[in-house]
């Protein structure tokens, strides 16, 4: 019979420690084979911490194929559904099969610059902003239509799942993940005589394609975040923003968990 490995990732802190050995003896009392280093032959990843530490494990082993399922030790945990006192339920719960598998799709990010051109993917977001917080002027096409010269600190192009993340933070819409749809919002955009920006979110066809395109100016003076990652470019003409080919598999244990999650961290 073969092994049963279940990954676990998790963050430093004491809690979250506290919960990997609580974790590790369940799983190995219910017939696993637990791993805190990551193994490809897993079923599943478990993710315990924050958001912040599942987004890193999902950018750490490259957008892996295994399903992950986030434990919250950290403080808002929107993808982090299971609370450390319910461990014996979850275990109990993926043994029995009583779970659904949500599929994420990722934002990718096609960037140009002067010499080359490459790809970044992104669970949440990709921002783009000027360095040493200056403001950033950039035109906005979609789908190669001109849609405005922007003035402001920044842009942010999230995904549905990504809606309730720094883009919520921004007065961006939340967006339910089963929907297609990439949405573009605005971080303190300059709404005046002399610049007429956007204040508000513009949600498009996840199969559109949303370009920014600095100012010459800004072309090596830029940050570009990637899941709050940031990256600096010499010479930036272009970011090509569309939903990847890319996707991630989440476990969820409940109908309507979803909701249950906007109303419990958010109301």
């Known amino acids: 019979m073969s092994e049963k490995i279940i990954n676990i990732v998790s963050n430093s802190n004491y809690d979250s420690r506290r919960t990997t050995s609580k974790l590790i003896q369940l799983l190995l009392d219910a017939g696993y084979t637990p791993t805190t280093k990551f193994s490809d032959e897993a079923e599943l990843t478990v993710c315990i911490g924050g958001d912040g530490s599942f987004i890193k494990a999902v950018h750490k082993n490259n957008f892996s194929d295994i399903p992950f399922v986030g434990v919250n030790t950290g403080h808002l945990g929107f993808f982090q559904e299971i609370s450390p ?5 979850f275990v109990d719960s993926y043994k029995n099969g009583h779970y659904e ?16 051109s490459f790809i970044l993917n992104a669970i949440n977001e990709v921002v783009l902003r000027a360095d040493h917080s200056k403001i950033i002027h950039c035109n906005v096409f979609i789908n190669r239509a001109h849609l405005e010269k922007f003035s402001g600190d920044g842009l942010l192009v999230s995904t549905p799942a990504g809606s309730t993340a720094y883009n919520f933070s921004n007065n961006g819409a939340i967006i339910h993940p089963s929907i297609n749809v990439l949405e573009l919002t605005p971080i303190a955009p300059v709404h005046s005589i002399a610049y007429r920006s956007l204040k508000s979110s513009v949600v ?12 010459r100016r800004y072309a090596s003076s830029n940050l570009l975040l990637v899941d709050g990652e940031e990256f600096s470019f010499k010479g930036l003409k272009r970011v090509n923003l569309r939903m990847s080919g890319k996707t991630i598999k989440k476990l969820t244990f409940a109908n309507e968990s979803y909701w249950d999650n906007v109303k419990s961290k958010f109301l």
Not at 85 to 89: A, G, I, K, N, V
Not at 110 to 116: D, G, R, S
Not at 204 to 215: A, H, K, Q, R, T
């Open 101 to 116: 598998v949500e599929e994420i799709k990722a934002l990718g990010a096609e960037v140009f610059t002067q010499k080359k």
């Open 85 to 89: 006192d319910h461990l014996p339920e």
């Open 204 to 215: 498009v066809p996840g199969n559109y394609v949303i370009s920014l395109v600095p100012e």
